[in-house]
């Protein structure tokens, strides 16, 4: 079974400040996709940043990037110049396929002080 | 594109009452997914849809819940007998092509009083 573990429940960034938020996984799969989903408050799930495990470039978007360590089964989101609208819970996930489901950690409230 | 929408988005209702719940996905994704999420929890797999079959169903899936894609358009989730601890917000997803991503719906809230 996969597991996605994300061990710090709350992060707080100054704003304009970067700040990276961390994720491991455990799978026996060696293909697979990974994810970064961002809930606000009271708001629904949006998708952030994706990243396939058998490209070896990480992902970015914008101010969002990843620190993919496969061998190390990591998967590490760094925000740049955090915004207060970028106060919010952050989620991993992991799945094995285009068809397979999400498996999500238990996610970090990230705030961000003026 | 109007992204993933349900329906109710806050539900009330009392211990041993039915609900039902509706998901309309992302017009022409063909995958569509139901998740539950507790409070300060991620959100966790019931069950999944490929078009109208239903391929998968998450153990924490009881005999009380059900689910359906009737044409491979909207979904219903219902569950029967409402308990307590099936408070949590109901989340549907759908998704498309060779990644997957799964676009999140904003949730129907349930509360078993």
């Known amino acids: 079974a996969q597991t996605v573990t994300q061990s710090q429940p709350e992060m707080s960034v100054q704003e304009a400040e970067t700040v990276t938020l961390s994720c491991t996984y455990d799978t026996s799969e060696s293909d697979y996709y990974l994810f970064w989903y961002k809930q606000p408050p009271s708001r629904q799930m949006i998708l952030v940043i994706r990243q396939e495990a058998y490209k070896q470039q990480n992902a970015t978007e914008n101010r969002f990037s990843v620190n993919f360590q496969k061998a190390a089964k990591s998967f590490s989101l760094k925000i740049s110049d955090s915004q207060l609208g970028d106060a919010a819970m952050y989620f991993c996930a992991f799945k094995t396929g285009a068809n397979s489901k999400l498996t999500f950690g238990k996610g970090i409230t990230l705030s961000v002080r003026p | 594109d109007t992204g993933v929408s349900q329906n109710p988005r806050h539900k009330i209702t009392k211990r041993g009452q039915n609900v039902t719940f509706r998901c309309d996905p992302i017009?022409?994704?063909?995958?569509l997914y139901w998740y539950r999420q507790t409070l300060g929890q991620g959100p966790e797999f019931l069950t999944y849809?490929?078009?109208?079959?239903?391929?998968?169903k998450s153990r924490l899936l009881s005999d009380r819940f059900s689910a359906e894609r009737p044409k491979g358009s909207f979904s219903t989730l219902e569950i029967q007998r409402t308990e307590q601890g099936d408070s949590a917000m109901y989340l549907c997803?759908?998704?498309?092509?060779?990644?997957?991503?799964?676009?999140f719906g904003p949730g129907t809230r349930l509360t078993v009083t």
């Open positions: 017009s022409e994704h063909n995958r």
């Open positions: 849809f490929q078009n109208e079959a239903q391929l998968e």
């Open positions: 997803a759908s998704s498309s092509g060779t990644a997957g991503e799964q676009y």
